[in-house]
């Protein structure tokens, strides 16, 4: 994947999500099915500068007769497709419903992609967790639009001054 050079956090520059990214990779090589490409970027200003991540594991990768893709998106969360023999024909175009969350820990992404990969169903159980770093993500992707925008970085409020960055609480 090539990415731009990093950002004031280490991101790559139009990724804010970054952290998300790398975490979820993490988890999948952790479980040992690592995805066999890795996409992050955002939407253009007509989808709102929305973030979204690609995973996909071809054929001969998965168990079966097709391949496994993973879709995210910052606001509607996990969707996964069943592809055929090319990752272009998708056979099968649906949310995630067993991930309860739009953020959901990266371990329980990988719990659920491991299902999919080797036996191409969803696990019974629901994951409700939200990963730790989502609302660090969240604020960075809200700065990252502003900033596209032309606006400076949201304000957020200093722990227990009760001022924030231009303004005050009131």
């Known amino acids: ?20 990214v790398k975490a979820v990779d ?19 200003l007509e989808r709102g500068l ?3 991540i690609t995973l996909a594991w071809d054929v001969s990768r998965t168990r079966g007769r097709g391949g496994i893709r993973l879709d995210w998106e910052e606001r509607q969360g996990w969707y996964y497709a069943l592809t055929d023999l090319h990752p272009y024909d ?3 175009y649906t949310a ?12 329980t992404v990988a719990e659920v ?22 609302r660090d993500v969240r604020a960075a992707a809200i ?8 606006l400076g ?10 001022t924030r960055e231009g303004c005050s609480w009131r």
């Open 96 to 107: 995630i419903t067993v991930l309860r969350t739009p953020m959901a820990a990266p371990e």
């Open 153 to 162: 970085p949201a304000g957020r409020p200093d722990h227990g001054s009760g």
């Open 1 to 20: 994947m090539l990415l731009d050079p990093p950002g004031p956090r280490g991101a790559p520059q139009g990724m804010p999500h970054w952290p998300y």
């Open 50 to 52: 929305t973030t979204y």
């Open 26 to 44: 993490d988890a999948l090589t952790a479980r040992g099915i690592p995805p066999g490409t890795v996409r992050g970027s955002h939407h253009g």
């Open 143 to 150: 700065d990252f639009r502003r900033t596209r925008l032309g």
């Open 90 to 92: 998708v056979l099968l």
């Open 113 to 134: 992609a491991e299902e999919l990969v080797r036996h191409r169903r969803l696990p019974a159980q629901e994951f409700r967790a939200e990963w730790a770093g989502a």
